[in-house]
């Protein structure tokens, strides 16, 4: 159960994207300068909270639910990374925050460097944990077999159910329920249903960042687990490499959830990353 003080903190705005009114909802905790948190794909806004716990007391933490996740408006849309993009940078102007810093993760990371490259003003430092982003051919066609998962029909939900039994006698139980779990995620975000429905072939890839993440000229640091299974150690290789005096930190026995996870050793390469970043520090945008 969240705290009343994690509670007390949640705030909304609105924002005008994909010709409508939409709703953002984040948390806004602690003072200093400013760090706009971006999730990962089926994250939300609280997935940054043992993070936040160790940064609020240096710096403004503000946790973004994206458009299509978390309280943010769920709209039944055609969903990419521009739309989120749009998104992203009504909250930014509304706030009054930038140039702000901002850390993403997996398909936050994403966000934040197509962000960046659009808005490069607005953007004092990057920190991309385990970004997303990075065109790879290989992942189209790994998941084929589970692309009824996407279906919007009840018949899908039926045949997990009627093979539970089965499962229990071949050892598979496990496996099924990672199975309805993914099922379950894809019906109740429509992000994840429209980001892979539309990018089933490897020339739906049309706007992945490598090739022009190397125009950035904001201080980033890239930070990845050597354990990591869904994003491979050479996407954050391409980034570190293709930005310009790019850091990249390769954390030890750790897995994908790095803001969940690994969120002590995080935060002090945050710190030290920023604290080299003298924009940071020099900017009036801070909360009293």
């Known amino acids: 159960m969240q705290s009343q003080s994690v509670l007390a903190r949640k705030h ?32 939300e806004k609280t997935c940054w909270l043992p993070l936040i716990e160790l940064l609020q007391s240096q710096f403004r933490c503000i946790s973004l639910d994206m458009l299509g996740f978390g309280e943010s408006s769920q709209p039944q849309i055609c969903y990419d990374v521009a739309v989120e993009v749009a998104f992203v940078r009504q909250v930014v102007e509304q706030l009054n925050i930038e140039p702000c810093c901002i850390i993403g993760h997996s398909f936050g990371g994403w966000v934040a460097s197509a962000y960046s490259l659009k808005y490069p003003n607005s953007v004092s430092s990057l920190v991309l944990a385990a970004p997303a982003g990075i065109r790879d051919d290989s992942f189209c066609g790994q998941y084929d077999a589970l692309r009824p998962l996407l279906w919007k029909t009840p018949v899908i939900d039926w045949a997990l159910q009627l093979a539970k039994p089965f499962a229990n006698l071949t050892g598979k139980t496990e496996k099924l329920e990672q199975i309805s779990g ?81 969120a002590q050793i995080m935060a002090k390469l945050i710190v030290k990353f920023l604290k080299n970043s003298e924009k940071v520090y020099n900017k009036p945008n801070y909360k009293n």
């Open 12 to 43: 909304t705005l609105n924002t005008f994207v994909n010709s409508r009114s939409q709703t953002a909802a984040y948390l806004d905790i602690g003072s200093g300068p400013p760090l706009l948190l971006l999730h990962g794909f089926f994250g």
């Open 182 to 262: 993914w099922r379950r995620e894809l019906m109740s975000q429509p992000v994840a249903r429209s980001f892979l429905m539309s990018r089933m072939r490897p020339e739906d890839a049309v706007d992945t960042v490598e090739k022009e993440i190397h125009k950035l000229q904001i201080p980033t640091l890239v930070i990845t687990g050597d354990s990591d299974e869904t994003i491979p150690l050479w996407h954050c290789e391409t980034y570190a490499k293709e930005i310009p005096g790019a850091e990249l930190e390769i954390i030890l026995n750790a897995d994908h959830g790095l803001p969940q996870t690994q």
